[in-house]
């Protein structure tokens, strides 16, 4: 398979769906915040025109409300690429979530499904206390985890704060999900590198697109309380629609945590095991060129 990650706003979509059509091949989302049902805007998720081009899987497929993990994205991943393997195609994986990327084709160790009272009772907190404050108390409980977690990203600091107060059953629980590595199945990773200014202007008319195509009527539908309400661009169109923030602001505040999100993912793909960095303009021609030589596709 061709994994093919790459900062937010890159234009990875697109590509995918070149290549996949080019290679005869299904693609398969990697993000962690697209597989929500009706969050395509703000997710910049493959629309249907998209995917009546391409087979996606993955994509749009899970309440807003419902929580996922990367052990649970491992196997769906898993199911979905034998499966498409079956039907004698061949698999694209795109996404930027790195993590889910790393899990699938790394030997990382993944949590369980740990205690549902556990996780209600973690849910509530989170309506109460901020980020700041859930990032501080996960700190206390488990500084190495916290260190690695962005305090901003509420699913990740939540799901830590689950795993560390669960104990020494996660010790016991836990365990190496069998990785497409260790299966020995073929794959070349790739990570699309964009210059800044460009990076800068595709967010800055990402953003005009979303807000000019239904954004603040979505992210007023998902609320609050969901579990994807965390996703880019989503507090900052609830801040508005309270009231908090002007147009301007709105616009401005998007773009902001949009460009820091995408520096965040960078900053994951440089310590990425055995990953290809190309840049944007040179990506198609090479990953063609890896694709022959390390996969044997024509």
């Known amino acids: 398979m061709l994994v093919l990650a790459g900062p937010t706003a890159s234009g ?76 004698g195609k061949r698999a694209i994986v795109t996404g930027g979530t790195g993590f889910y990327i790393r899990a699938l084709t790394g030997g990382v160790t993944l949590a369980p499904e740990l205690d549902p009272g556990l996780r209600g009772r973690l849910a509530k907190e989170a309506q109460i206390h901020d980020a700041e404050f859930l990032h501080r108390w996960l700190s206390v409980r488990h500084a190495a985890r916290a260190d690695k977690i962005h305090p901003d990203d509420r699913y990740r600091v939540l799901r830590g704060l689950e795993v560390a107060l669960a104990g020494d059953g996660e010790r016991e629980c836990a365990r190496p999900r069998p990785s497409i590595g260790a299966q020995e199945i073929a794959y070349v990773k790739v990570y699309v590198e964009i210059e800044d200014e460009l990076l800068q202007q595709r967010i800055e008319s990402r953003a005009d697109a979303m807000l000019a195509s239904g954004f603040l009527e979505e992210a007023e539908r998902v609320g609050s309380e969901a ?72």
């Open 227 to 298: 579990v994807a309400a965390s996703a880019v661009g989503y507090p900052q169109a609830l801040a508005f629609l309270r009231g908090w923030s002007t147009s301007r602001e709105l616009r401005g505040a998007i773009v902001r945590a949009t460009r820091r999100y995408a520096k965040r993912q960078a900053t994951w793909f440089r310590t990425e095991p055995q990953t290809t960095w190309l840049a944007r303009r040179d990506v198609p021609a090479r990953i063609r060129s890896l694709a022959r030589e390390k996969l044997g596709w024509a």
């Open 12 to 87: 990875k979509t697109e590509l995918a769906i070149e290549l996949a059509l080019e290679f005869d091949a299904e693609i398969v989302g990697a993000d962690s915040r697209q597989i929500y049902r009706d969050m395509t805007v703000g997710t910049a998720a493959p629309t249907p025109s998209q995917r009546g081009r391409v087979p996606h899987h993955l994509i749009a497929f899970l309440d807003p409300y419902e929580r996922y993990s990367a052990a649970r994205f491992c196997a769906d991943a898993r199911r979905v690429l034998e499966e498409i393997r079956a039907r």
